[in-house]
């Protein structure tokens, strides 16, 4: 009953805020247009198509407008206006009243608020989906942020999965072509993130995981965490001071140089991806500032990690491989890679596959990313998948939002960034340390502190592998047993066949001599 009713308000805010007009109006045919005026008749539907998107998301929850900000960065593919109003959900979402977030700093650290701050702003400085920001100051003078978790997000959020599950189930069911995409695997992989992201303090530890990985490339800050005030529900951390990178102009003016921020991104992503194989997995303008602080002028704040990617050493090999096959037009390698993976089904012609793959990424390469679309290679591939069959692989699904993400990012700051020979150099460099001199010294150092103790109990490791243990010795005199007694078997049996030989011989002698008189 609670699904349905789900669904019934799902319905309701779909007409409120005129979603199905928006969605009909794309389509070009007549009737389908002539669908849409029926259906808007008797409502008013005065807003800007932007605003009523943009609403609508808001009133269905936080899933649809962790939704609508994957969207918003996409401005290639979406038109201007839906873009500036879904641009304003990454950090402009309705706050919860600040009477509110104090109760629940304060229920957190069971302790009055004056207590812990020296001064607590009550307007938050960001409100997203999930949680929103307040600016203090601790006792020591330290200029801290506070995010406080949004209250009852836990049963809103159970809801909807919920129901996302039992759609998953019916597509299965219903579309064989589903199958193959694995529906209800990324339900569970979205699940995970989504409770993941609802624990204030594993956000916490990512960003200190985060903030260690990114310490050498200088490229990258991430605010320490104040872990004495770290709850699942509310967690303080170091205040950063910087532009959003959504402020272009702003960032040119402080005398920001955007072409190599730009350069910047890619290399923190692959850096991440591919060397550290644990990235920041939600990064929307909302979640990036820029330092303009003298120190680290430059550099990109990473903020908002609740939802972090992490990659197995296949997976990352295997994508190294990808990427440079691409990066080299090796298409034949990328269509062998799939079968080597099983990613399509082993009696796949590699020909076959590699002549499409080639039809869709050919056209891309060495244009801008102005004039490169990544959506729409990814759509073509898609197309191309369901001809050999690919099965989507759920555990890169935050990695291809996170992509996209970072193609946005790209292309709002610089549309001449040529996205393939930016990471192409960093790909093939990642390679030779994994595979050459270098991988195989960083191995054995790694390994080192193993040999140090197995070293001086080699001799005696060696001596105990020389000598015979006394299962051995049982198992030896097991089997002289049972040879001893195969050999008496077959004498037995040599014996019965020289006498049945002998019997035979004599039963001829005599019929012979009989037959002979």
Known sequence: MRHLARLFFIYLTVLR?????????????????????????????DA????????????????????GQVLSTRRDLLPPDVAYELAKLQDRVPPFPADVARRLVEAAFAAPIDALFASFEDEPVASASIAQVHFAVLKDGREVAVKVLRPGMLAAIEDDLALMRTMARW???????????????????FD????????????????????????????????????DLCTPGVIVMERMKGVPISQVQRLRDAGVDIPKLARDGVTIF???????????????????????????????IALDFGIVGTLTDFDKDYLAQNFIAFFRRDYKRVAELHVECGWVPPATRVEELEGAIRAVCEPHFDRPLKDISLGQVLLRLFQTSRRFNVEIQPQLVLLQKTLLNVEGLGRQLDPELDLWNTAKPFLERWMREQVGFEGLWERLKHEAPRYVQILPELPRLLHRAL????????????????????RSTNRWLQALIYVALGFLAGALSVQAFTRFH
């Open 467 to 486: 000598q015979p243990s006394p299962a051995h010795l049982q198992q030896q005199r097991l089997y002289e047993a049972l040879l001893a007694e195969q």
């Open 270 to 300: 692959f850096t991440q991806v591919f060397r550290d194989g644990f990235f920041h997995a939600d990064m929307h303008p909302g979640n990036i500032q820029v330092s303009v602080d003298p120190d680290t002028f430059g550099r990109y």
């Open 17 to 45: 805020y005129g979603l199905d007009e928006l969605a009909l109006s794309g389509f070009r045919q007549r009737r389908v247009r002539l669908l849409a005026r029926v259906l808007t008749i008797g409502r008013r539907l």
């Open 48 to 67: 800007p198509r932007g605003v009523r998107l943009r609403r609508g998301l808001e009133a269905l929850g936080p899933i649809f407008v962790k939704f």
């Open 171 to 189: 597509i299965e069911r219903v579309s064989t072509d589903a199958k193959r995409l694995k529906p209800r695997e990324v339900v569970a992989e």
């Open 192 to 227: 995970t993130y989504l409770h993941d992201e609802l624990d204030l303090v594993r956000e916490a530890a990512n960003a200190a995981q985060l903030r260690r990985n990114m310490q050498g490339l200088g490229l990258c800050l991430v605010p320490e965490m104040i872990w």
